[in-house]
Protein backbone atom coordinates (compact mmCIF):
# COMPACT_ATOMS: atom_id res chain seq x y z
CA UNK A 1 0.00 0.00 0.00
CA UNK A 2 3.01 2.75 1.33
CA UNK A 3 4.18 2.00 -2.63
CA UNK A 4 0.44 2.83 -3.67
CA UNK A 5 0.18 5.93 -2.20
CA UNK A 6 3.85 7.15 -1.97
CA UNK A 7 6.09 5.12 -4.42
CA UNK A 8 8.87 2.94 -3.16
CA UNK A 9 11.55 5.88 -1.83
CA UNK A 10 9.32 5.94 1.19
CA UNK A 11 9.16 1.76 2.00
CA UNK A 12 12.09 2.33 4.59
CA UNK A 13 9.68 4.77 6.45
CA UNK A 14 7.13 2.02 7.12
CA UNK A 15 8.53 0.17 10.19
CA UNK A 16 8.53 3.26 11.41
CA UNK A 17 5.65 4.41 10.99
CA UNK A 18 4.16 1.08 12.41
CA UNK A 19 5.95 2.09 15.99
CA UNK A 20 4.94 5.46 16.08
CA UNK A 21 1.16 4.62 15.51
CA UNK A 22 1.40 2.65 18.75
CA UNK A 23 2.21 6.43 20.14
CA UNK A 24 -1.00 7.51 18.62
CA UNK A 25 -3.13 5.50 20.66
CA UNK A 26 -2.28 7.07 23.94
CA UNK A 27 -2.21 10.48 21.95
CA UNK A 28 -5.73 10.39 20.57
CA UNK A 29 -6.81 9.81 24.40
CA UNK A 30 -4.36 12.42 26.11
CA UNK A 31 -4.77 15.04 24.08
CA UNK A 32 -6.75 17.57 25.83
CA UNK A 33 -4.94 16.45 29.85
CA UNK A 34 -2.69 19.50 29.56
CA UNK A 35 -5.22 22.16 28.83
CA UNK A 36 -7.29 20.56 31.34
CA UNK A 37 -4.62 20.75 33.95
CA UNK A 38 -4.18 24.38 32.99
CA UNK A 39 -8.01 25.03 33.22
CA UNK A 40 -8.09 23.48 36.78
CA UNK A 41 -5.60 26.22 37.63
CA UNK A 42 -2.57 23.68 38.08
CA UNK A 43 -0.33 24.85 34.98
CA UNK A 44 3.25 23.79 37.44
CA UNK A 45 1.17 19.92 37.27
CA UNK A 46 1.54 20.68 33.49
CA UNK A 47 5.05 21.84 33.49
CA UNK A 48 6.17 18.66 35.57
CA UNK A 49 4.70 16.37 33.58
CA UNK A 50 6.22 17.89 30.90
CA UNK A 51 9.97 17.94 32.18
CA UNK A 52 9.10 14.25 33.34
CA UNK A 53 8.27 13.80 28.85
CA UNK A 54 11.24 15.64 27.92
CA UNK A 55 13.54 14.00 30.18
CA UNK A 56 12.85 10.67 29.57
CA UNK A 57 12.77 11.37 26.10
CA UNK A 58 16.41 12.76 26.01
CA UNK A 59 17.19 9.59 27.77
CA UNK A 60 15.47 7.12 25.91
CA UNK A 61 16.95 8.25 22.67
CA UNK A 62 20.38 8.73 24.06
CA UNK A 63 19.96 5.47 24.68
CA UNK A 64 18.60 4.31 21.44
CA UNK A 65 19.88 6.32 19.20
CA UNK A 66 22.60 3.26 18.55
CA UNK A 67 20.13 0.88 17.28
CA UNK A 68 18.67 3.46 14.96
CA UNK A 69 15.55 5.43 13.94
CA UNK A 70 13.11 2.32 14.90
CA UNK A 71 14.91 2.39 18.36
CA UNK A 72 14.41 5.79 18.93
CA UNK A 73 10.88 5.93 18.00
CA UNK A 74 10.56 2.93 20.09
CA UNK A 75 11.74 4.69 22.74
CA UNK A 76 9.09 7.81 22.14
CA UNK A 77 6.45 4.90 22.63
CA UNK A 78 7.66 3.62 25.57
CA UNK A 79 7.92 7.02 27.12
CA UNK A 80 4.36 7.62 26.33
CA UNK A 81 3.10 4.55 27.87
CA UNK A 82 4.87 5.53 31.02
CA UNK A 83 3.86 8.83 31.06
CA UNK A 84 0.60 8.30 30.45
CA UNK A 85 -0.46 6.72 34.13
CA UNK A 86 0.83 9.86 35.55
CA UNK A 87 -1.16 12.30 33.54
CA UNK A 88 -4.69 10.19 33.98
CA UNK A 89 -3.94 10.24 37.60
CA UNK A 90 -3.42 13.85 37.90
CA UNK A 91 -6.80 14.47 35.85
CA UNK A 92 -8.41 11.61 37.50
CA UNK A 93 -7.46 13.62 41.13
CA UNK A 94 -8.89 16.77 39.41
CA UNK A 95 -12.26 15.59 38.15
CA UNK A 96 -12.74 13.09 40.76
CA UNK A 97 -13.09 10.35 37.67
CA UNK A 98 -12.31 7.27 38.67
CA UNK A 99 -9.98 4.94 36.41
CA UNK A 100 -12.24 2.17 36.31
CA UNK A 101 -15.01 4.44 34.52
CA UNK A 102 -12.20 6.21 31.95
CA UNK A 103 -11.23 2.88 31.11
CA UNK A 104 -14.47 1.34 30.43
CA UNK A 105 -15.63 3.55 27.57
CA UNK A 106 -13.14 2.17 25.29
CA UNK A 107 -13.90 -1.32 26.01
CA UNK A 108 -16.41 -1.24 22.43
CA UNK A 109 -14.18 0.99 20.38
CA UNK A 110 -10.84 -1.55 21.24
CA UNK A 111 -12.97 -4.77 20.57
CA UNK A 112 -14.69 -3.40 17.94
CA UNK A 113 -11.48 -1.55 16.11
CA UNK A 114 -9.88 -5.41 16.93
CA UNK A 115 -12.50 -6.80 14.96
CA UNK A 116 -12.59 -4.95 12.03
CA UNK A 117 -8.70 -5.21 11.89
CA UNK A 118 -9.20 -8.61 12.13
CA UNK A 119 -11.95 -9.18 9.34
CA UNK A 120 -10.02 -6.89 6.98
CA UNK A 121 -6.72 -9.12 7.21
CA UNK A 122 -8.92 -12.25 6.61
CA UNK A 123 -10.50 -10.63 3.74
CA UNK A 124 -7.56 -9.60 2.26
CA UNK A 125 -6.10 -13.18 2.58
CA UNK A 126 -8.70 -14.48 1.62
CA UNK A 127 -9.75 -12.76 -1.23
CA UNK A 128 -6.01 -12.25 -3.25
CA UNK A 129 -7.12 -13.91 -5.90
CA UNK A 130 -10.39 -12.57 -6.37
CA UNK A 131 -9.08 -9.02 -6.70
CA UNK A 132 -6.24 -10.10 -8.82
CA UNK A 133 -3.93 -8.83 -6.55
CA UNK A 134 -4.76 -5.49 -6.93
CA UNK A 135 -3.46 -3.03 -3.96
CA UNK A 136 -6.01 -0.29 -4.77
CA UNK A 137 -8.90 -2.64 -4.97
CA UNK A 138 -7.67 -4.49 -2.10
CA UNK A 139 -7.90 -0.75 0.00
CA UNK A 140 -11.46 -0.42 -0.86
CA UNK A 141 -12.94 -3.39 -0.65
CA UNK A 142 -10.92 -3.90 2.77
CA UNK A 143 -11.73 -0.33 3.99
CA UNK A 144 -15.42 -0.69 3.10
CA UNK A 145 -15.67 -4.13 5.39
CA UNK A 146 -13.98 -2.50 7.83
CA UNK A 147 -16.29 0.05 8.43
CA UNK A 148 -19.32 -2.15 8.41
CA UNK A 149 -18.06 -4.16 10.45
CA UNK A 150 -16.93 -1.74 13.08
CA UNK A 151 -20.09 0.34 12.94
CA UNK A 152 -22.54 -2.81 13.30
CA UNK A 153 -20.09 -3.65 16.63
CA UNK A 154 -20.46 -0.71 17.75
CA UNK A 155 -24.40 -0.56 17.32
CA UNK A 156 -24.43 -4.11 18.68
CA UNK A 157 -22.09 -3.38 22.00
CA UNK A 158 -23.19 0.18 22.79
CA UNK A 159 -26.25 1.80 21.08
CA UNK A 160 -26.04 4.64 23.23
CA UNK A 161 -22.51 5.26 21.94
CA UNK A 162 -23.24 4.51 18.48
CA UNK A 163 -26.43 7.20 19.10
CA UNK A 164 -24.20 9.79 20.17
CA UNK A 165 -21.86 9.19 17.18
CA UNK A 166 -25.00 9.55 14.53
CA UNK A 167 -25.66 13.08 16.18
CA UNK A 168 -22.15 13.95 15.33
CA UNK A 169 -21.78 12.75 12.12
CA UNK A 170 -25.52 14.36 11.17
CA UNK A 171 -24.00 17.88 12.80
CA UNK A 172 -20.86 16.98 10.59
CA UNK A 173 -22.86 16.85 7.43
CA UNK A 174 -25.17 20.00 7.94
CA UNK A 175 -21.84 21.64 8.64
CA UNK A 176 -20.47 20.94 5.52
CA UNK A 177 -23.31 20.78 3.18
CA UNK A 178 -23.42 23.50 0.52
CA UNK A 179 -26.22 26.49 1.68
CA UNK A 180 -28.40 28.11 -0.81
CA UNK A 181 -26.99 31.45 -0.28
CA UNK A 182 -23.15 30.27 -1.09
CA UNK A 183 -24.59 29.89 -4.69
Not at 15 to 21: D, K, M, V
Not at 129 to 152: E, P, Q
Request: with cysteine; proline share 3%; glycine share 4%.
Amino acid sequence: MNALLYGDKWEASVPIIQILALAGIVQSVSFFKGHILMAMGKPSWRLWQSLLSVTLNIIGFMVAFKWGLAAVAAAYVIRRYLVFPIGQWAISLLIHFSWSTYLKQFVTPMVSAATMAAAMVVLRKGMARWLNNSTFLTIVVCSLLGAVVYIALVKLLSPQLFQMLLVLFRRFIEKIKPTAKQF
